[in-house]
C-alpha cells in the first residue's frame, strides 16, 4: 500500500507565470460553471470548513481578472462578494462557543458548520480564513466592486478582525499557523483602513504576534518554534505556519518574522529526509500539506539557500483545496493567490551547511532529535524509523532489554567532510539499569549512496545488540510505499523481528496499519484531537533491526557496525590505542578520539576515504 498523504516533492509542481494562468484559467471555468443563481460557488458537498470556501473562489476570480481581464469576471465577481456578505456572514453568537470573551457583541464572524451549534469550536480559524479571503479581494477590487460593495466588504472585514482580537481569545486552539494567519490578516487589513484605524490595526497585530506568538515559543532540536496544537512542530501545519510568516515579511517587512522563517526553515531543512519524507506532529503525523505550503517553502528556501521543495505534499491538493471528486474548494484560496503574487522561485540545490540535528549527502540522510538519536534514517530509498523495545524507543545499544539512548549529560557533535564522505560522531554518556556512566559513541558515515554506522561502548554484560531501526516505507515512483524491510548489513548477526504480542501497543510494519493510524489509536483524544507524537510514545514494541556485535572488537569494548544501502562483503576491522578507535572499512578509515575528548572535552574525529 502507498501511504495516502506522502506523494510527490512540492518542486515538482511548475510554478512559472504561464502556469499560474493556465491554473487560474482552470478555476475560472469550473466556477462560472458553479456559480448558482444566489451566487454561491461553494462546492456542493461543502460541508466543514465552509465559511470562507465561495468568498475563496471569489478572490481567485478577482486575481484572474486582474491578470486577463476576462470580461466573463466582474459580474460574477460581484455577485459571489455579494452571496458571502448576505449568506455568510454571522453577528449573532453561535450557540455552544466556548471561546467567547465578550457575548453578544454583533461583530461578524465567519462559521466552521452552518448549522447553529454544530460543532462550533471551528469558528475562530475559519473567521480568519475569512478574513484572508477578505482581504484578498479588497486588494483586487479597483475596477471590479462598486463603491458601495466595496465599503461594505471593508467593514466586514474590520469586523472579522475585531471578532478575532475583542470579542474571542486569541488563538483559543494554541495553534500557530491559525494565530500566524490572524496577525498576516491584520497587517493586510491595516491597509485599506484610514490611517488611524490602520496604525492601530498594523501595531495591535505585531503586538500581539511579539506577546502571544514568538514570546512562547517551544525549543526543538535547539530551535525556537511558534507551537502547534501544544507541540513544536507538525509536519502539516508547520510548513503552513512557514507560508505565514512569508506572508508577513512580505507585507509588513518587519524583520522578525525573517528571523523567525528562517530559523523554521532551517529547522525544518534538518528534520526533513533527502527524498522529502517526514512524520511526526502534535495534530497529525503524515497527512502533509500541499499548496498551503508552497509559499513558505519556496520562499524561506531561496533566503537560507536550501531545497525545502523537496518537501513531499499531499499533490492532490498541488494547486489548491479540492473535493474528493477532483473539483475546487475555496478554502484557503489566499495560499494561491500569495504564491502567485511572490516572484520567489524554488531553490533546488542542498545546503552545503553541515546542521547539528541532520547528516545528509546524496541519497542518504540521517535526522536526530534533541538528544542526538536518529529518527529518521534515509538510506537506498527506504526510511527507517526508531524502533520499540519494552516501551524504549530509538536506536542504540540494547542489553538485558534496556535501551542505552537517552543521555546523562552533554552530548557532544563532531562533523568532517573528506573527499566524497560525510561523517558525523555523537559521543554521549548514557546510564543503564544497573546505574553504571558509560559513553556511547556513535559514527555515522555516507558516500551519498550508502550508510555505514558504527557504535562503541564499554563492554555490556548478557547478550546486547544494536538497536537499528524500523523499516517503514521506501520510495516508489512519486509515491512512498510501505515496507517491513531493508537493504541493511550488519558485521554481527542480523535479525529482523516483529513483535508476538497483539494490540495497539504493539507495531508490526507487516500490517496495512500506518504510524499515524497507530499513534491516534495510542493517542488520549480522538484521531484529529489527540497528540499522535504522545500517543506513538506509548509504542511498547514494533518491528526492529537487531544487529549483534560485530567480531574483532578490542577489549573492552562493545563494537556494532551496521551498513545501509547496497555492497558487497562487509567485515570492518577495529583497532584501540590510548583511547583512540580505529575503524576500517571497505570504503573508509575512521580515527575516533578518546572519550575525553580534547581540552574541551570535545570528540575528534579523522576521516579518509
Not at 162 to 186: D, S, Y
Not at 216 to 224: E, F, T
Not at 317 to 344: E, N, S, Y
Amino acid at each position: 500500500m502507498h501511504l495516502p498523504h506522502q506523494r510527490g516533492p512540492l518542486h515538482d509542481l511548475s510554478d512559472t507565470p504561464q502556469a499560474y494562468d493556465a491554473v487560474l484559467a482552470d478555476v475560472t471555468e469550473e466556477a462560472l460553471a458553479r456559480l448558482t443563481p444566489e451566487g454561491s460557488l461553494e462546492h456542493p458537498d461543502a460541508h466543514d470548513d465552509i465559511g470562507d470556501t465561495s468568498l475563496g473562489i471569489t478572490s481567485l476570480l478577482a486575481l484572474a481578472w486582474q491578470r486577463g481581464k476576462d470580461p466573463r469576471l466582474p459580474e460574477a465577481v460581484r455577485r459571489s462578494l455579494a452571496f458571502h456578505l448576505r449568506e455568510r456572514v454571522y453577528t449573532g453568537d453561535n450557540p455552544g462557543y466556548p471561546n467567547l470573551c465578550l457575548t453578544n457583541s454583533g461583530l461578524p464572524y465567519a462559521r466552521y458548520v452552518l448549522d447553529a451549534g454544530a460543532h462550533p469550536i471551528g469558528d475562530w480559524p475559519s473567521t480568519v480564513w475569512a478574513l484572508l479571503q477578505a482581504v484578498n479581494v479588497l486588494d483586487q477590487a479597483e475596477g471590479l466592486l462598486g463603491d458601495e460593495q466595496l465599503a461594505e466588504l471593508r467593514q466586514v472585514a474590520h469586523g472579522y478582525w475585531r471578532w478575532l482580537t475583542e470579542a474571542t481569545f486569541f488563538n483559543p486552539q494554541r495553534a500557530g499557523n491559525q494565530a500566524i494567519g490572524c496577525v498576516v490578516g491584520g497587517l493586510m487589513l491595516a491597509r485599506h483602513l484610514s490611517q488611524e484605524e490602520g496604525e492601530s490595526v498594523r501595531g495591535r497585530a505585531l503586538s500581539l504576534y511579539a506577546e502571544e506568538i514568538r514570546a512562547h515559543r517551544v525549543r526543538d532540536r535547539g530551535a525556537l518554534l511558534p507551537p502547534e496544537h501544544g507541540g513544536a512542530y507538525d509536519n502539516n501545519y508547520g510548513p503552513i505556519s512557514l507560508s505565514f510568516l512569508a506572508q508577513a515579511h512580505r507585507v509588513s517587512g518587519t524583520e522578525m518574522f525573517a528571523e523567525d522563517g528562517d530559523t523554521l526553515a532551517r529547522y525544518l531543512d534538518a528534520r526533513l529526509t533527502g527524498g522529502g519524507y517526514d512524520c511526526g506532529g502534535p495534530r497529525y503525523s503524515e497527512q502533509h500539506s500541499g499548496f498551503e505550503s508552497v509559499l513558505g517553502l519556496r520562499y524561506f528556501g531561496a533566503r537560507i539557500g536550501a531545497d525545502l521543495g523537496r518537501y513531499r505534499g499531499d499533490t492532490r491538493w498541488g494547486r489548491h483545496a479540492t473535493r474528493r471528486d477532483g473539483r475546487i474548494d475555496g478554502h484557503f484560496a489566499f495560499m494561491l493567490v500569495w504564491q502567485i503574487q511572490d516572484p520567489t522561485r524554488w531553490h533546488r540545490a542542498p545546503s552545503p551547511d553541515a546542521a547539528r540535528h541532520q547528516l545528509r549527502s546524496g541519497t542518504v540522510s540521517v535526522a536526530f532529535d534533541s538528544r542526538m538519536t536518529p529518527t529518521l534514517v534515509e538510506a537506498a530509498g527506504t526510511y527507517y524509523l526508531p524502533a520499540a523495545v519494552r516501551r524504549r524507543h530509538g536506536f542504540g545499544p540494547v542489553t538485558d532489554g534496556f535501551l542505552l539512548c537517552r543521555p546523562m549529560g552533554e552530548v557532544r557533535v563532531r562533523d568532517v567532510r573528506a573527499d566524497t564522505l560525510a561523517a558525523k560522531l555523537v559521543t554521549k554518556p548514557v546510564v543503564g539499569r544497573d546505574h553504571v556512566l558509560r559513553h556511547v559513541r556513535s559514527l555515522y558515515v555516507t558516500d551519498g549512496t550508502r550508510l555505514w554506522v558504527t557504535v562503541a561502548v564499554e563492554r555490556l554484560e548478557g547478550a546486547p545488540y544494536l538497536l537499528s531501526g524500523l523499516p517503514y516505507a521506501a520510495d516508489d515512483g512519486d509515491r512512498v510505499r510501505r515496507t517491513a524491510e531493508g537493504e541493511v548489513t550488519a558485521a554481527g548477526a542480523l535479525r529482523l523481528t516483529h513483535p508476538a504480542a497483539p494490540g495497539d501497543e504493539h507495531f508490526d510494519a507487516r500490517a496495512e496499519l500506518t504510524q499515524e493510524q497507530a499513534a491516534f489509536a495510542l493517542a488520549a483524544d480522538p484521531r484529529g484531537y489527540g497528540n499522535p507524537d504522545e500517543g506513538w510514545r506509548h509504542l511498547a514494541s514494533s518491528t526492529a533491526l537487531e544487529a549483534d556485535p560485530a567480531p574483532g572488537a578490542p577489549d573492552g569494548l562493545h563494537v556494532f557496525a551496521v551498513r545501509y544501502g547496497p555492497g558487497g562483503v562487509f567485515a570492518p576491522a577495529f583497532e584501540e590505542a590510548g583511547g583512540e578507535l580505529t575503524v576500517r572499512t571497505e570504503a573508509f578509515t575512521a580515527l575516533v578520539g578518546p572519550v575525553a575528548g580534547d581540552g574541551r572535552g570535545e570528540p575528534s574525529l579523522t576521516l579518509r576515504g
